[in-house]
């Protein structure tokens, strides 16, 4: 629980606390002195009767009643710590010691009875294992740096204490301002979840930071983390994470192709998708995203570059338009007039480069064309560093007046932190922030561009006939993979195009289906699981006689049980699987499919159910997005089609939760329709405690 004594405490209690300021205790204390905490400061020391120039008692049993401790002693003694002041009054807690459950069992043991303790005392916990809490109030940690610390800038939230050091060490000479700072390091009674819950139960929208950015290891409650991240992003805050641990070493093993693809990271993937989450991969990405925040919000993707350097302008330009965002040429008379306005030799065709001679009142001048004159410009990079022969006072002072006046944003990248430190330390004291680098600020912009707002919480049920999946899902006796003519009774039941298809083990009726429907047909062997890799599938049979030929192979292949036959169909191959995975429930994948799913693994995810607006964005967060598109003559896919048996297949999963794996692959996709061809669907029915099927 998060209380007032943790967030406001009048009085803070340092245990451990020391002279030595290259210890946590007396790190801690030097932090809370500088910081000049308004409330009443007392610390235990068994040898000194004063530390830092507050008073100390020699144990917590002769210390002072206390709204917050701070304990910075070793993990076995914190415990009968925690147990003598709450008995006096002490509501909140942070424990900086490790050698908890991180650790060992009887580590484990101890966490277990402070957190039974705080409980029933109704107190708050924070930690163990962590550096502490930092706010506006208190600055309860040991670490440095210390942001520049402001009510409107961003909260930071981290698992790890160490990490968020160096997010703070990365933010900072961004110019980036904090609220708050949370490491909840063992999260024993607050983690990152409750955090969120306490911010989203407890907005104030007139005085609230609406910036957020997360550092997780470990989700233990997807639900509420999609919950309170939804809800304060549609209040208005935006949030940006690392989730770090999701890596491939952690994937189950697994028969289908979307066992084989989806992972941990799946899921975290499609959360932060449902959720309007701006993922992130490192520390800079996590700060230059929290920096875009801070500037006015984009209203489109076009960019114009300004800049007095040629070769940032052009790196700039390749990673904006590798992220879906747009450089457009600018030509005619508009661009005509500026150019004759600069010096000779100066190009405006975007970037524009007012050379390395060029003035401050060409930057504005440029900066008055983008904002006033170029209709089609929604946002402008300026470039401005120094080759070390000039001072940029003047320059700087320019983007800082015109980023307080202009309505479109203004991304001022000052690369010259070393030959223009004094410069660059003038312009983010004024309250600016800084990227020092173009293409990771590029690439920050484009996950904030692409990433969605956060899902309906409708479900899609219009054409989905659940009272029919569910018969036949209750009908189903055995675990495992499902027969043909079930896989294709569960998709017609959601609304999914399904090939007409024939199974039998008799010849003559392959061949009869086959007569009825028209050649060319395609055969497979009904059995083994990846039935390519046996010579399980023929296409283009164009005769009676070749499909007798391989009707009679096929059943000689070990496991067949019988011949598939369907009409051979044409276009383009995609995917759509589904894997249940614990705590987060079924992730949908969908890319190109055929062989293309496993050896190119462009997918991408959602947490079924699903809304049609992320279904867009799965589709169009793919590499092969263009392919979708139709390109280089080709013809593309129906992408609404294409959507919509997502959305069918996410609500489907919705009511079969039994099905643990499933794949439909291939898709077959033309500009008019949508057609599964093949599929496959795992189910896995819940155990009761006597061992039988529920």
Same mark, same amino acid.
């Given at each position: 629980?998060?209380?007032?004594?943790?967030?406001?405490?009048?009085?803070?209690?340092?245990?451990?606390?020391?002279?030595?300021?290259?210890?946590? #205790?007396?790190?801690?204390?030097?932090?809370?002195?500088?910081?000049?905490?308004?409330?009443?400061?007392?610390?235990?020391?068994?040898?000194?009767?004063?530390?830092?120039?507050?008073?100390?008692?020699?144990?917590?049993?002769?210390?002072?009643?206390?709204?917050?401790?701070?304990?910075?002693?070793?993990?076995? %003694?914190?415990?009968?710590?925690?147990?003598?002041?709450?008995?006096?009054?002490?509501?909140?807690?942070?424990?900086?010691?490790?050698?908890?459950?991180?650790?060992?069992?009887?580590?484990?043991?101890?966490?277990?009875?402070?957190?039974?303790?705080?409980?029933?005392?109704?107190?708050?916990?924070?930690?163990?294992?962590?550096?502490?809490?930092?706010?506006?109030?208190?600055?309860?940690?040991?670490?440095?740096?210390?942001?520049?610390?402001?009510?409107?800038?961003?909260?930071?939230?981290?698992?790890?204490?160490?990490?968020?050091?160096?997010?703070?060490?990365?933010?900072?000479?961004? #110019?980036?301002?904090?609220?708050?700072?949370?490491?909840?390091?063992?999260?024993?009674?607050?983690?990152? !979840?409750?955090?969120?819950?306490?911010?989203?139960?407890?907005?104030?929208?007139?005085?609230?930071?609406?910036?957020?950015?997360?550092?997780?290891?470990?989700?233990?409650?997807?639900?509420?983390?999609?919950?309170?991240?939804?809800?304060?992003?549609?209040? $208005?805050?935006?949030?940006?994470?690392?989730?770090?641990?999701?890596?491939?070493?952690?994937?189950?093993?697994?028969?289908?192709?979307?066992?084989?693809?989806?992972?941990? *990271?799946?899921?975290?993937?499609?959360?932060?998708?449902?959720?309007?989450?701006?993922?992130?991969?490192?520390?800079?990405?996590?700060?230059?995203?929290?920096?875009?925040?801070?500037?006015?919000?984009?209203?489109?993707?076009?960019?114009?570059?300004?800049?007095?350097?040629?070769?940032?302008?052009?790196?700039?330009?390749?990673?904006?338009?590798?992220?879906?965002?747009?450089?457009?040429?600018?030509?005619?008379?508009?661009?005509?007039?500026?150019?004759?306005?600069?010096?000779?030799?100066?190009?405006?065709?975007?970037?524009?480069?007012?050379?390395?001679?060029?003035?401050? !009142?060409?930057?504005?001048?440029?900066?008055?064309?983008?904002? !006033?004159?170029?209709?089609?410009?929604?946002?402008?990079?300026?470039?401005?560093?120094?080759?070390?022969?000039?001072?940029?006072?003047?320059?700087?002072?320019?983007?800082?007046?015109?980023?307080?006046?202009?309505?479109?944003?203004?991304?001022?990248?000052?690369?010259? @932190?070393?030959?223009?430190?004094?410069?660059?330390?003038?312009?983010?004291?004024?309250?600016?922030?800084?990227?020092? *680098? !173009?293409?990771?600020?590029?690439?920050?912009?484009?996950?904030? @561009?692409?990433?969605?707002?956060?899902?309906?919480?409708?479900?899609?049920?219009?054409?989905?006939?659940?009272?029919?999946?569910?018969?036949?899902?209750?009908?189903?006796?055995? *675990?495992?993979?499902?027969?043909?003519?079930?896989?294709?009774?569960?998709?017609?039941?959601?609304?999914?195009?399904?090939?007409?298809?024939?199974?039998?083990?008799?010849?003559?009726?392959?061949?009869?289906?086959?007569?009825?429907?028209?050649?060319?047909?395609?055969?497979?062997?009904?059995?083994?699981?990846?039935?390519?890799?046996?010579?399980?599938?023929?296409?283009?049979?164009?005769?009676?006689?070749?499909?007798?030929?391989?009707?009679?192979?096929?059943?000689?292949?070990?496991?067949?049980?019988?011949?598939?036959?369907?009409?051979?169909?044409?276009?383009?191959?995609?995917?759509?699987?589904?894997?249940?995975?614990?705590?987060?429930?079924?992730?949908?994948?969908?890319?190109?499919?055929?062989?293309?799913?496993?050896?190119?693994?462009?997918?991408?995810?959602?947490?079924?159910?699903?809304?049609?607006?992320?279904?867009?964005?799965?589709?169009?967060?793919?590499?092969?997005?263009?392919?979708?598109?139709?390109?280089?003559?080709?013809?593309?896919?129906?992408?609404?089609?294409?959507?919509?048996?997502?959305?069918?297949?996410?609500?489907?999963?919705?009511? %079969?939760?039994?099905?643990?794996?499933?794949?439909?692959?291939?898709?077959?996709?033309?500009?008019?329709?949508?057609?599964?061809?093949?599929?496959?669907?795992?189910?896995?029915?819940?155990?009761?405690?006597? $061992?039988?099927?529920?």
């Amino acid at each position: 629980m998060i209380n007032r004594q943790l967030l406001h405490p009048e009085s803070i209690l340092i245990v451990g606390a020391s002279n030595n300021i290259h210890k946590p #205790g007396g790190a801690i204390l030097r932090n809370l002195l500088n910081g000049h905490f308004a409330g009443t400061l007392a610390a235990v020391n068994p040898k000194e009767a004063e530390v830092q120039g507050v008073k100390a008692w020699p144990s917590v049993q002769e210390a002072p009643a206390a709204d917050l401790a701070v304990l910075a002693i070793p993990a076995a %003694a914190c415990p009968e710590a925690v147990d003598v002041l709450t008995e006096k009054g002490t509501k909140a807690f942070i424990i900086l010691s490790a050698g908890f459950g991180e650790e060992t069992h009887e580590g484990a043991l101890l966490e277990e009875h402070i957190l039974q303790t705080v409980n029933r005392h109704g107190a708050a916990l924070i930690g163990p294992n962590c550096i502490g809490l930092l706010n506006t109030w208190h600055h309860s940690v040991f670490s440095q740096p210390i942001p520049q610390l402001h009510p409107q800038g961003v909260d930071l939230i981290s698992s790890s204490g160490a990490t968020a050091v160096f997010i703070l060490e990365s933010a900072v000479t961004k #110019g980036l301002l904090f609220n708050s700072v949370w490491s909840v390091g063992n999260a024993k009674q607050i983690g990152v !979840e409750d955090v969120l819950a306490y911010m989203d139960e407890h907005f104030d929208p007139e005085r609230d930071s609406r910036i957020k950015l997360l550092y997780i290891e470990s989700i233990a409650d997807p639900d509420r983390l999609l919950l309170h991240a939804s809800s304060l992003i549609r209040k $208005g805050c935006r949030i940006a994470a690392i989730k770090a641990g999701s890596s491939e070493s952690g994937r189950r093993a697994a028969s289908s192709h979307t066992g084989a693809i989806a992972s941990s *990271d799946s899921a975290v993937e499609a959360l932060f998708r449902k959720a309007g989450i701006v993922r992130c991969f490192s520390r800079e990405e996590l700060t230059t995203v929290g920096c875009v925040f801070t500037l006015p919000e984009l209203r489109g993707k076009n960019f114009a570059i300004v800049t007095h350097a040629g070769g940032p302008g052009v790196m700039l330009t390749d990673a904006l338009s590798k992220g879906g965002l747009n450089v457009p040429h600018l030509e005619g008379p508009l661009a005509d007039e500026l150019k004759a306005r600069l010096y000779p030799g100066a190009a405006v065709g975007n970037p524009i480069d007012i050379l390395a001679t060029g003035t401050p !009142e060409h930057l504005r001048l440029c900066l008055d064309y983008c904002e !006033e004159k170029l209709d089609n410009i929604d946002a402008v990079m300026a470039i401005f560093g120094t080759p070390g022969l000039v001072q940029m006072f003047e320059m700087y002072d320019v983007l800082h007046e015109k980023m307080q006046t202009c309505r479109k944003p203004i991304f001022p990248i000052l690369p010259s @932190v070393n030959t223009a430190g004094a410069e660059v330390a003038d312009f983010l004291a004024k309250g600016h922030v800084n990227f020092s *680098d !173009e293409v990771t600020l590029a690439t920050a912009l484009a996950r904030i @561009v692409n990433a969605p707002r956060p899902a309906s919480n409708e479900i899609e049920l219009f054409g989905v006939d659940v009272p029919r999946i569910r018969r036949i899902i209750d009908s189903i006796q055995d *675990d495992g993979y499902l027969p043909p003519y079930l896989v294709q009774a569960l998709l017609r039941s959601a609304g999914i195009p399904v090939v007409e298809e024939f199974v039998s083990v008799r010849k003559e009726e392959v061949l009869a289906f086959a007569r009825r429907t028209g050649f060319p047909v395609v055969a497979k062997v009904v059995g083994p699981v990846h039935k390519s890799d046996v010579g399980g599938v023929v296409l283009n049979i164009k005769s009676e006689q070749h499909l007798a030929l391989e009707f009679d192979r096929m059943m000689q292949i070990p496991d067949a049980t019988a011949v598939m036959v369907q009409p051979m169909l044409r276009g383009t191959e995609l995917f759509i699987g589904a894997k249940y995975e614990e705590k987060f429930g079924h992730v949908v994948l969908c890319g190109l499919g055929g062989i293309f799913v496993e050896v190119l693994k462009d997918v991408s995810s959602g947490l079924a159910p699903l809304s049609y607006a992320e279904a867009y964005s799965m589709i169009r967060s793919l590499r092969a997005y263009r392919i979708i598109k139709g390109t280089r003559g080709q013809q593309g896919v129906n992408e609404d089609k294409f959507a919509e048996i997502i959305v069918r297949l996410s609500t489907l999963l919705r009511f %079969a939760t039994e099905i643990k794996e499933m794949d439909i692959n291939p898709l077959l996709g033309t500009e008019k329709h949508i057609i599964a061809v093949d599929a496959r669907i795992c189910i896995e029915k819940p155990v009761a405690a006597d $061992g039988t099927l529920e």
